[in-house]
């Protein structure tokens, strides 16, 4: 709703959000609401006197502009005003994304641009079903959305990071060429301070944790080898598989052979 700030015989000034509109009687000049200048250009200032009018008698708005002195007061106020309700707009607005990043944000550093050239740290969240309709049915399931601010990472650091993880792919943004890759606070950390020894100690326990899970494999698989029965190497509870009828949830065993071949076994649980 446009709100009156000054008024004169056949001269009004109104504003609506950040545009002003100035009416005087024969036409209407809308303008940007911004501070005004004592300092008139040379070109409105001549534009004036030909007018009949004493240039001193208005005050600039971006340069483009001119409005009576008699307004400035009230254009001062108007302006000021819509400062601090922009203030308060990106105040109410900074905080309602940082509550949604704490219901659904997820930690990510995206490689992204030309060839995945660039790499970057953002919150990211996954597409609602009706943001993802417009795309490929294939491809909405990884979709996300990034959240808030984009913190560039220096190449040496995303490489050192990237080079301590196995190939990985959680998703893509849309408007560019991207793969996410989801990572704890604790990588999101390193990767923002530039900490190449955390993530060298990262990628050392990591490969320390692969090896482990190699040798552990490895005895199981010769256990089986020596008892000629397969060697269970992990369980956990999955929704079932549909091939019961009356069945919530099934347990799954991970299972290994003296070859070295694994395969699963899956046991329903009702």
């Known amino acids: 709703m446009k709100t009156n700030i000054y008024s004169a015989t056949n001269y009004a000034l109104t504003v609506q959000g950040d545009v002003a509109t100035l009416t005087n009687g024969t036409k209407t000049q809308t303008m940007p609401l911004r501070h005004g200048d004592d300092v008139i250009p040379a070109s409105l200032a001549a534009a004036l006197k030909r007018a009949g009018q004493n240039p001193a008698d208005y005050f600039a708005v971006a340069g483009r ?11 001062t106020a108007a ?3 819509r400062i601090a309700e922009r203030h308060a707009e990106k105040a109410a607005a900074d905080a309602a994304l940082a509550a ?22 953002v ?36 490489q050192a990071f990237l080079a301590s993880h196995p190939r990985q792919n959680d998703g893509w943004l849309p408007g560019t060429e991207s793969v996410v ?77 003296g070859d070295g071949s694994r395969f699963t076994l899956r046991t329903h649980c009702h």
């Open 100 to 121: 949604d990043i704490t219901a659904r944000g997820q930690r990510a550093l995206v490689l992204h641009g030309s060839y995945l050239m660039r790499s970057s740290l």
């Open 181 to 257: 890759i989801l990572i704890s606070e604790e990588e999101w950390n390193a990767l923002l301070s530039g900490d190449l020894a955390v993530l060298e100690t990262a990628k050392a326990e990591k490969a320390e944790k692969i090896a482990a899970e190699s040798a552990r494999i490895e005895t199981a698989s010769q256990q089986a080898g020596q008892t000629g029965e397969p060697v269970e190497i992990g369980r956990f509870m999955d929704e079932c598989d549909g091939t019961e009828q009356d069945c919530s949830f099934d347990l799954v065993r991970r299972m290994v052979r």
């Open 65 to 75: 502009y001119v409005i009576r002195r008699a307004a400035l007061a009230a254009w």
């Open 123 to 158: 919150y990211v969240r996954p597409m609602e079903a009706a943001e993802a309709e417009k795309f490929a049915p294939e491809r909405r399931a990884s979709a996300k959305l990034a959240m808030g601010e984009w913190t560039s990472i220096a190449a040496p650091v995303a």
């Open 79 to 81: 302006v000021d005003a």
